[in-house]
């Protein structure tokens, strides 16, 4: 009955030991604790009836670090179950397996979660950039890296940047991230920030982004802004690049918002130097003032009288002779005489005569009129001359 009673409670206790065991497999993941470490490798204790072998070549991949600076006693670390028998009664587990295997896991829960993730670029490569996530190599396509345009791919070498994981094939190990796509984001909510705090009238600064035939677009922080050529001066503007260049920091005014569709119209121009501010001080009606033809136009010409200020001469007020094309008798940067005829100062215009400025009469025998002339009698022509008997 002894004996009995003793083979059930060894098998009792063989049973319990055997429970208190990690139930271990092969190709899975398991959890120890460094009991030593050698030149060869680590001794690991995973809670199981044997203890497991981390050899030096799977502690990671650089071969010639010392374990020592790997691993310590007492470490907890995770390991890759490779054999559960290397030959010697020890089951054969590899660390840089399971960090592998990890590092992927985090990967793919960052693609599904959208999550943002630090990528230092170790190296540019054929159409973009390659870095390393917790030993995993992950690409950015050039067109990746930033909303704008990079052309030295070196010149982001060794940099940390936030992306997001665009792409994850977990059986190839293929990683695309894009820095781009986080810029786009942020973008987009200053975007709708600024269009909800922006308001016509205000004093905004900016920064030239992009010149076009049309005028210059300004960065505001967020969504860009149309200065178009009538808004860079009080001057007329023949090109953009006359005024401002790409890379300027600039004081515009707010004149124009469609929230609807994402446009603000801007202006260089100040209003406290609106130069027809002026013109009632300057000009009345009747002047005769010189000026420079600054544009032709089908019905006229406009004339500068001075800066920033423009008349137009209409074609019947160019010359007594009939004019049927403008650039016939004119261009851009004549100098002429005008005489003022009508000054709106409601709607900043004024009207100019180029025949009346030269004091021509009706038809063509004014030309040939002399003035002292034109006022002599026919009495006083006569009172000199004799006739003869």
């Known amino acids: 009955m002894a004996g009995e009673k003793d083979n059930i409670s060894m098998n009792e206790f063989i049973d319990q030991i055997e429970n208190s065991m990690n139930t271990i497999k092969a190709n899975e993941i398991v959890k120890g604790k460094v009991i030593s470490v050698s030149e060869d490798g680590a001794v690991i204790n995973i809670g199981y009836m044997s203890d497991a072998f981390l050899p030096k070549a799977e502690m990671g991949d650089d071969q010639d670090v ?18 559960m028998n290397d030959g010697e009664g020890n089951v054969l587990v590899s660390k840089k397996a399971a960090d592998k295997i990890g590092a992927l896991n985090k990967l793919k829960a960052a693609f599904n979660n959208n999550s943002i993730i630090d ?10 950039v390659v870095g390393f996530i917790n030993g995993i190599r992950t690409f950015m396509p050039a067109s990746q890296i930033s909303v704008t345009y990079t052309k030295d791919l070196n010149s982001v070498v060794g940099t940390t940047v936030k992306v997001k994981i665009i792409e994850f094939n977990e059986e190839n190990e293929k990683i695309v991230v894009s820095h ?3 810029e786009q984001e942020e973008l987009e909510i200053k975007k709708e920030e600024l269009l909800n705090s922006i308001k016509v009238g205000e004093k905004r600064e ?33 090109k953009a690049s006359d005024m401002v260049s790409v890379g300027d920091r600039v004081q515009v005014y707010v004149i124009g918002l469609d929230k609807d569709k994402n446009r603000i119209s801007l202006s260089l ?17 009747g002047n005769i003032v010189e000026g420079t033809v600054s544009k032709i136009v089908d019905f006229g010409a406009f004339v500068e009288i001075t800066d920033g200020i423009e008349g137009l001469v209409h074609l019947s007020q ?30 900043d215009r004024i009207s100019l005569s ?9 038809g063509d025998l004014g030309k040939y009129v002399d003035k002292e002339q034109a006022n002599t009698s ?11 008997d």
Do not use: M
């Open 66 to 83: 010392n374990p020592h600076e790997i691993l310590h006693e007492n470490d907890e670390i995770y390991v890759y179950v490779i054999k």
């Open 119 to 128: 990528l230092t670029i170790f190296r540019a490569v054929k159409g973009g």
């Open 180 to 182: 781009k796509k986080i």
């Open 206 to 238: 900016g920064v030239v982004v992009r010149l076009t035939n049309f005028g210059a677009f300004v960065d505001l922080g967020g969504l860009d802004g149309l200065i178009h050529l009538s808004e860079l001066s009080w001057k007329r503007v023949k």
């Open 269 to 285: 121009k100040d209003v406290n130097d609106n130069p027809w501010n002026n013109v009632a001080g300057k000009f009345k009606a």
């Open 318 to 347: 160019i010359s007594d002779e009939r004019v049927l094309k403008v650039s016939d008798v004119l261009k851009v940067g004549d100098k002429v005489k005008v005489k003022i005829l009508d000054i709106d100062n409601e709607n």
């Open 354 to 362: 180029i025949k009346e400025a030269q004091g021509k009469t009706q």
């Open 378 to 388: 026919l009495a006083d022509l006569l009172k000199d001359f004799k006739f003869e």
